[in-house]
């Protein structure tokens, strides 16, 4: 478990040639309940390797048919997959720098996309990159130690937690109090130099694009994927 209602799934593929995917997109999945066919994505939480792994991170939803489904494999079963979909991926232009916002399971894109950005932080000596994670408290914070190890490792990357629900006297050096979007004051945005990724929350991504819009950004300086939460 990644924390007490989120857990890291991974699955092989027997795809041949191997299943492919740009860091960022999602898979979905595709099961029956009570006659019906249901479907469920989730984005893609390792890099691409061409050896059919697909790893994703998925929370618990109490009486959720997918949840039934996913918390309840054993090792060695199946299930079945369409993909990969989606949009949220590194566009070719690299920026000043990189803003990644996400809230919960909307973080795993991120993850995916680590070694791309090492890549680039290294041809490009002055992009910086801002990482930030909303979730309720401590123990909800996803891969915060692999996000941590990549901003110690690259100074000119930065990693922060937003508790929304955590006592504010007991943060620590990388954690912040409140939602995640109210970190935006604190950033000096730049419309011309930043580019903006949001997943996750519906009402989290909404709110920061009508904030980002107001400073000014264009359409094409905000990628965002909407995490619909359902049963």
Same mark, same amino acid.
């Given at each position: ?114 070694? %791309?950005?090492?890549? @680039?932080?290294? =041809?490009?000596? /002055? &992009? ?6 909303? $979730? +309720? ?23 922060? %937690?937003?508790?929304? @629900?955590?006592? =504010?006297?007991? /943060? &620590? ?6 939602? $995640? +979007? ?50």
């Amino acid at each position: 478990m990644l924390s007490p209602n989120v857990k890291h799934f991974i699955f092989r593929s027997d795809l041949n040639p191997a299943f492919d995917f740009i860091p960022g997109q999602f898979i979905t999945i595709h099961f029956e309940r009570d006659g019906k066919i249901l479907r469920r994505s989730y984005s893609i939480a390792n890099v691409p390797e061409q050896n059919n792994i697909i790893e994703f991170a998925a929370g618990f939803v109490e009486g959720g048919p997918g949840s039934d489904l996913l918390f309840n494999l054993k090792p060695g079963d199946a299930i079945d997959i369409n993909g990969p979909f989606g949009r949220l991926i590194l566009k070719d232009e690299v920026p000043k720098r990189y803003i990644f916002v996400a809230t919960s399971t909307g973080i795993t894109p991120y993850r995916a996309m680590l070694p %791309a950005l090492q890549k @680039r932080l290294e =041809e490009n000596k /002055l &992009l910086e990159v801002v990482i930030l994670q909303g $979730v +309720q408290k401590r123990e909800d914070i996803l891969y915060g130690d692999e996000f941590l190890r990549f901003a110690k490792e690259h100074p000119r990357v930065s990693f922060f %937690a937003h508790l929304s @629900r955590e006592n =504010e006297h007991h /943060l &620590l050096d990388h954690e912040r109090r409140g939602y $995640v +979007q109210t970190a935006f004051p604190t950033l000096a945005l730049n419309p011309e130099q930043d580019l903006v990724y949001l997943c996750g929350n519906p009402g989290m991504i909404d709110e920061s694009f009508a904030y980002l819009k107001d400073k000014g950004f264009d359409m094409q300086r905000i990628v965002r994927e909407k995490y619909i939460s359902s049963k």
